[in-house]
């Protein structure tokens, strides 16, 4: 039997329960037999670009169905009798399906849930109850849906569609790789590591936009610049490093950018994906991007490693230039949103710290004693870190300034690994 999702890379979990629900259409006796209900209808939910409406295209094909597709194109008085007449068409040729395209946009954003449309495809979806017609809906997000279309009945099996894995988003790249004119030594781990939680749709433009640039230059092949280039531009949005920045400043954002970085590697080996010192949207000057544990996983030793990481970059500067570090606001505010995790939320230093009623003083000062005694530690330890490899933190410094952006690769190099 023909496989129709082998040209989607990856999401091994997401086809596999989309195989069994055609394997219950195709065979629907074997299912009665067990006892299992019918499924009327699925919901692919997932961010932009993640290869639903891909996804839903090749369950059609695998069905071997007529299908019948609904998407809304433009806001006018008709789009309520497409709908309508889309199910009856796919009622008068059942066995059918209907797939409703990004279905949370059929209705206006401040439709709500009462909006003519849901109200429309839920009363078609009961009318056809009793027909062999399925439909298959996709949405960026469900928030906006009425529950009592995604009850049992309706829509009421849905699977999620994340972005892609590391090792998903790595096969990814090297696939859109191989159909461009790209350099035999260009490093896919890194890449996808660089772009870590992007869309399907967000791996390939990068790509897209890297053979633009090489293009562009008259370049035989597409190289690692163009991509780490691409990425700075369109998936991180770091503007170019302003030329009337002073020497010396350009070297204490390279120093306090290096010192997140080691201080990640060192404590979270292998976690660290780019380190620029070009401003992306949420900082002063430059940013570092390392890879986090599932929350499932924390524990109160991996929140203080957490916590020594937001500091490391004012460490850095101090311990390098003996001035306080002006750009570590951000920093500060990361490090004591971990404290309060450790002494409020998590109430690791006794329930004398656990505050519901935060107009009593002495507990409020209480507790922000606590943390800012819990950062200060912290803060201490990872600038004896520092002072311990600074030879480690020189080359990192020294490489920033000579590259301005270094991805995984680079990072690993410098730790000789």
């Known amino acids: 039997m023909k496989d129709f999702f082998e040209k989607i890379i990856g999401y091994e979990d997401v086809k596999n329960q989309l195989r069994q629900i055609i394997d219950m259409l195709r065979n629907k006796e074997k299912y009665e037999k067990m006892g299992a209900r019918r499924i009327n209808g699925i919901l692919l939910d997932g961010e932009p670009g993640t290869g639903k409406t891909t996804m839903a295209n090749c369950f059609i094909k695998a069905t071997g169905r007529e299908s019948f597709i609904v998407r809304k194109k433009k806001s006018d008085g008709k789009f309520l009798d497409e709908i309508s007449n889309a199910f009856e068409e796919a009622a008068a040729k059942a066995p059918s399906i209907i797939l409703l395209d990004d279905l949370d946009k059929f209705a206006e954003k401040d439709g709500g849930e009462d909006a003519e449309e849901f109200v429309t495809v839920q009363a078609c979806i009961d009318d056809i109850r009793d027909k062999d017609v399925f439909v298959i809906a996709t949405v960026n ?7 009592s279309l995604l009850r049992d009945g309706r829509l009421g099996l849905k699977i999620v569609i994340n972005t892609p894995l590391k090792n998903e988003a790595e096969a990814i790249i090297s696939h859109y790789l191989s159909e461009t ?19 399907c749709a967000t791996l390939e433009t990068i790509i897209s936009l890297a053979a633009m640039k090489s293009a562009y230059n008259n370049q035989e092949k597409i190289e690692m610049k163009n991509i780490v280039d691409a990425c700075l531009d369109d998936f991180f949005h770091a503007a170019e490093i302003d030329i009337s920045i002073s020497d010396d400043t350009l070297k204490e954002v390279a ?6 970085a080691l201080a990640a590697e060192i404590l979270d080996p292998d976690s660290v994906s780019i380190v620029s010192m070009r401003k992306d949207r949420s900082s002063y000057l430059g940013f570092v991007r390392y890879s986090r544990r599932s929350r499932c996983e924390y524990t109160f030793e991996y929140i203080e490693k957490l916590m020594q990481i937001s500091l490391a970059g004012k460490a850095a500067t101090e311990i390098v230039f003996g001035v306080s570090d002006m750009g570590a606001n951000n920093d500060l505010h990361k490090a004591f949103d971990h404290a309060e995790t450790l002494v409020d939320d998590t109430c690791s230093f006794g329930f004398g710290n656990w505050i519901q009623d935060h107009h009593d003083a002495v507990a409020v000062e209480n507790r922000n004693r606590e943390m800012a005694s819990l950062v200060e530690r912290n803060y201490i330890a990872v600038k004896k870190l520092l002072i311990e490899n600074r030879e480690l933190l020189d080359k990192f410094a020294k490489a920033l300034l000579e590259k301005t952006t270094l991805i995984y690769s680079d990072v690993q190099k410098l730790m000789n690994k």
């Open 181 to 199: 004119v790209a350099a035999g030594d260009l490093d896919a781990k890194s890449i996808a590591r660089m772009m870590d939680g992007g869309s």
């Open 255 to 260: 120093y306090h950018e290096a010192g997140h």
């Open 141 to 147: 997000s469900d928030a906006s849906m009425p529950d």
